[in-house]
């Protein structure tokens, strides 16, 4: 059984760091792609950036540029290091992980996996 957890987030002023992990159990593929979304109040679910089962990254438009995300040490393990945070950047953040090739739309159709999500608080 797959089970997602993710650690990290809380409360930043706008301007500055927090860091969110994640951690993938239970998957016995070897090629697996994770991810990263956010769902603001009010708003839709969106994703953020991911790491493809290939290695490859990609990032939202919205966070490109401040936002960096990588593999951590341990397989199937996800960080994303979110500096120069805005007020905008305020949502729920759910760690997202599939099979094979998830592309780099960030759909969360490809995803099949989810964690329960933690709060990232920016403060203006």
């Known amino acids: 059984q797959v089970h997602l957890m993710e650690s990290g987030g809380g409360s930043a002023q706008s301007g500055g760091s927090l860091r969110l992990s994640c951690a993938a159990s239970?998957?016995?593929?070897?090629?697996?792609?994770m991810a990263w979304f956010r769902q603001a109040p009010g708003k839709e679910r969106e994703g953020v950036a991911n790491?493809?089962?290939?290695?490859?990254?990609s990032y939202a438009d919205s966070v490109r540029g401040r936002f960096t995300v990588s593999q951590g040490a341990a397989q199937n393990t996800l960080q994303l290091d979110m500096n120069t945070l805005k007020p905008e950047d305020t949502a729920m953040y759910y760690c997202?992980?599939?099979?094979?090739?998830?592309?780099?739309?960030?759909?969360?159709?490809?995803?099949?996996?989810w964690g329960q999500g933690t709060q990232v608080t920016v403060s203006s």
């Open positions: 997202a992980a599939g099979t094979g090739r998830c592309g780099g739309l960030l759909l969360e159709i490809e995803y099949g996996y």
């Open positions: 239970g998957f016995t593929e070897s090629d697996v792609c």
């Open positions: 790491v493809d089962s290939d290695g490859s990254i």
